[in-house]
């Protein structure tokens, strides 16, 4: 009867700790991981799953010695994991007839005006875009930049290169495929 009583108490301050746990960690917590996840629900998700793992662990014989740090590299793990699982989007590609007017900085990066994690996905991506850029041959920098950046056209850029118009749309094909294959992994990070 005696051990009866004493697991029931033992329970009732498990269940103590991990309430005052929950307590103290929750808001910290959520910060930490809607950085991380810009979506509210995925991120909302990620917390109960973090918090779901620490009850069966806490319960368990073996005690959790650094409950912050231990609640904190469960939710970076459930953060990669979402990510590992989620279905990656290739990154937008020019197709059609009108590639000479399109731009596909336009399509790939988020609105300058969007949320705020929008606009640190646009500055992660333009800083890498600008590091990739130093990787291509210099004739598709040169057209990348001059019709991306520069917003020239290229009937402009073929009169002031004296190159073909095909020869400059090669250039800047190789040049977007080369940068799609470099931003890949930064664009599924940001689920754009």
Do not use: C
């Not at 990510?83 to 590639?99: H, M, Q, T, V």
């Not at 130093?134 to 040169?142: A, S």
Request: no cysteine; net charge negative; hydrophobic share 40%.
């Amino acid at each position: 009867m005696q051990t009866t009583l004493q697991l029931n108490v033992s329970m009732v301050e498990k269940n103590k700790r991990i309430a005052e746990t929950f307590s103290r960690e929750r808001g910290r917590l959520r910060g930490f991981i809607r950085r991380r996840v810009p979506d509210v629900n995925d991120a909302e998700e990620i917390l109960q799953d973090v918090f779901f793992e620490f009850i069966q662990a806490y319960r368990l014989p073996g005690a959790i010695e650094q409950v912050g740090a231990w609640l904190y590299r469960v939710a970076r793990n459930r953060i990669i994991d979402r990510f590992r699982k989620k279905r990656e989007e290739p990154l937008p590609e020019i197709a059609g007839s009108d590639d000479e007017e399109r731009h596909w900085l336009d399509e790939v990066l988020p609105a300058a005006e969007g949320s705020p994690e929008a606009a640190y996905a646009r500055s992660v991506l333009l800083e890498e875009i600008f590091a990739a850029l130093q990787d291509l041959p210099v004739e598709q920098r040169e057209v990348f930049i001059a019709h991306e950046l520069e917003g020239r056209s290229f009937k402009e850029l073929e009169a002031g290169l004296g190159v073909g118009l095909n020869t400059l749309l090669a250039r800047k094909r190789y040049a977007v495929l080369f940068l799609r294959r470099r931003l890949q992994e930064i664009y599924d990070e940001f689920d754009l």
